[in-house]
């Protein structure tokens, strides 16, 4: 009787930790998920720069001599 008692808390206790665990990774993987999707975007961004952007135009006027 008290050997399955002993049984179930250890189960409980190592159910807790897994759950605290599977947490963790949940945050990490919603973290690199994040991480993922912002590289993504620099990267659409820079192969399609926006035209709104101020961008310097190479066709400044030089001054004569």
């Known amino acids: 009787m008290t050997g399955d008692w002993v049984l ?3 189960y409980w206790v190592l159910g ?3 759950w605290v665990l599977g947490t963790g ?3 990490l993987g ?3 998920w994040v991480l993922g999707i912002g590289y993504w975007v620099l990267a ?3 192969l399609f720069p926006s ?3 101020p961008v310097p135009s190479p066709q400044s006027p030089v ?3």
Do not use: A, L, N
């Open 8 to 10: 179930g808390i250890g």
């Open 16 to 18: 807790i930790g897994d």
């Open 25 to 27: 990774y949940w945050v």
């Open 30 to 32: 919603t973290g690199y």
């Open 44 to 46: 659409v961004k820079r």
């Open 51 to 53: 035209p709104q952007s």
């Open 63 to 65: 001054p004569s001599p």
